[in-house]
């Protein structure tokens, strides 16, 4: 390979940087393709509904198939990244999104549309189990947080490009506008030939036991920290999936029009990725355990008073605080993660699975059962509870802070 021919400076800690920054590019864009194509349909509802006669439930399935193919196939991904490699994973991915996205193209039916969005799911699970895992194995430990939040904010960068991605669609058609960004998928699978291929694994202590899969996975689950962070990895995702379901919906009971409910969660996620990318750095140097006290604790005050809000320019200042402090979260938890996978003897493929795993179901569960709730109980029901939840969870952190510390590279 052209990557592997040359020889190339390496760093102290034993890393090629110039190899690494073509990985952070290649996975960057990798995630940032995928989290376009699951955040495009939001705009497109409105146009499929009165085309399709869908009722709220069909919108509602429609929209939680992409997640429902990520929480199917996660771990499956996993194991084939273990099989496989990483690079194989993220090839398969990347050709999942490039045929389910052209199918959505091209179909006109409720089938066709869900199981083309269910087939994105399942190729974002692949995307991702790879891409992850391959950071993970190239990335020095001390540098794992940093790497990780570079991909985080790409992927955030998606949520905020696909809207209007959708957006353009709704008003040129689906067909020509989303073949020609599908092909780029396609480039991606070539590129990931182009960087050095990664190990298979963490090279492991000679003196321990070799552990199978099913033991580590035993293990991790077996520990509280573990539980823990998976639970971490959930909680954001519920919290942003009821987010983007009752903001929208209060905003516009309070006065708000369309444009306006759209550039606040655009600009919500432009200060999503600017956190993510920067909350990087600090896990590396200080540890996950500070990151991710101040997140929860910011996103769960501010949460908590999202129904107190007494005008949509409060509650988009609400909004913007919310999204902030749960984009603060995401790069400690999945470095967590992988922390915690080293120490069990796990495969960095199969906790990228466990990680969207949790992902996956964080947002089932909010965007589908946080507005279920909120028509039974109210919105403050939904947002208190939320509130309670992010908070409590920083006040465990801060009380176990050092098991937390113990399982941070810092």
Same mark, same amino acid.
């Given at each position: ?164 991605? +959708? ?50 996975? +035993? ?60 909350? +990087? ?130």
């Amino acid at each position: 390979m052209a990557a592997a021919s040359t020889p190339q400076a390496v760093g102290s800690d034993g890393a090629d940087p110039r190899e690494l920054r073509r990985l952070v590019l290649l996975v960057g864009a990798a995630v940032l393709i995928d989290t376009t194509f699951y955040a495009v349909v939001a705009p497109l509802l409105p146009q499929l509904s009165h085309a399709l006669h869908l009722s709220k439930l069909g919108a509602g399935v429609l929209t939680a198939c992409y997640a429902a193919g990520m929480l199917l196939a996660s771990l499956p991904g996993g194991y084939l990244a273990v099989a496989l490699g990483p690079r194989v994973a993220l090839s398969i991915g990347l050709g999942l999104l490039f045929a389910s996205t052209v199918a959505f193209a091209l179909l006109h039916s409720t089938l066709g549309l869900d199981t083309a969005r269910f087939c994105e799911g399942v190729g974002g699970a692949f995307s991702w189990d790879g891409g992850v895992a391959w950071l993970v194995l190239a990335a020095p430990a001390a540098r794992r947080g940093t790497v990780i939040g570079q991909a985080v904010s790409a992927a955030i960068a998606g949520s905020v490009a696909g809207p209007a991605v +959708g957006a353009l669609a709704s008003a040129t058609g689906r067909a020509a506008l989303f073949i020609a960004l599908a092909t780029l998928a396609l480039v991606l699978v070539l590129a990931t030939w182009l960087v050095r291929a990664p190990a298979r694994r963490l090279e492991p202590d000679p003196s321990d036991p070799i552990v199978s899969p099913r033991r580590a996975i +035993g293990s991790l689950l077996g520990r509280p920290l573990g539980r823990g962070a998976l639970w971490m990895m959930a909680l954001p995702a519920m919290a942003a999936g009821s987010l983007t379901v009752l903001g929208s919906l209060r905003l516009h009971a309070l006065g708000a029009g369309a444009g306006v409910i759209g550039a606040t969660f655009i600009g919500a996620s432009i200060l999503e990725t600017a956190t993510s990318s920067g909350v +990087g750095v600090v896990s590396d140097r200080r540890g996950r355990l500070a990151p991710l006290i101040v997140a929860f604790s910011v996103a769960g005050a501010a949460i908590a008073c999202f129904s107190a809000a007494p005008s949509a320019v409060a509650l988009v200042a609400v909004i913007a605080l919310s999204t902030a402090g749960l984009g603060g979260a995401w790069t400690p938890v999945m470095a967590l993660l992988a922390d915690l996978s080293e120490g069990v003897g796990l495969d960095q493929a199969l906790g990228a699975g466990l990680m969207n795993v949790a992902w996956a179901t964080g947002q089932i569960l909010g965007s589908g059962g946080g507005g279920a709730l909120a028509r039974l109980a109210g919105d403050a029901t939904v947002t208190l509870l939320l509130g309670a939840c992010l908070l409590l969870t920083a006040a465990v952190l801060t009380r176990h802070r050092g098991a937390v510390l113990t399982a941070s590279p810092g």
